[in-house]
Every structure is written in C-alpha cells, then in structure tokens.
C-alpha cells in the first residue's frame, strides 16, 4: 500500500512501523500485529488521498488519523508539495 500511494503521487513518502494493536471489534477485544503508516502529503492532495485509502484499505473501518502539524523544515515542506504537485500532474498536457 504504501508503494501505492508514493507511486499515485497522492504520498511524497510513507513511513512503515511495525505494532501490536489492541482494539475492540465486534465485541471482543483483537489483538494484531499491524503496520502504522505515517503518511506525509500536500493539503491538495489529501482528499486524494483518502479515497484511496478507502478504496484499497482491506479492514472495514481503517484508522485514518489526520494530524496538523504545527511546523517543519522549509526544504521538507517545498519538497512534499514538489513531489505531490509533480505526481499529480504527471501526465497532463501542456
């Protein structure tokens, strides 16, 4: 997935962390190991982002957490929009 979403453009780049989650599901309570993907894209494109989430999430209810970040490096930041932007348009005529 996280190929998927870099490759899409609609991800300048995903981050993959392994965890044990524990949650309640159907009334029990699951234990699972899963992949955390710390997801970092453009505010343009992230409407883009999550329906692909929601089209190719295989649980029936993902944990989408959409987090606002209070700052980053000026190189980072023009990087993500750079890659998102390009991705986006890739393809597009002139």
Known sequence: MAERLVSSGVAACVSIVPARSVYFWRGRVVRDDEDLLL??????RLGDLLRELRGSHPYEVPEVLILPVAGFGAEYGEWVEE???RLKNRGAGP
């Open 39 to 44: 997801i970092k894209t453009s505010i343009d």
């Open 83 to 85: 890659v998102t932007a």
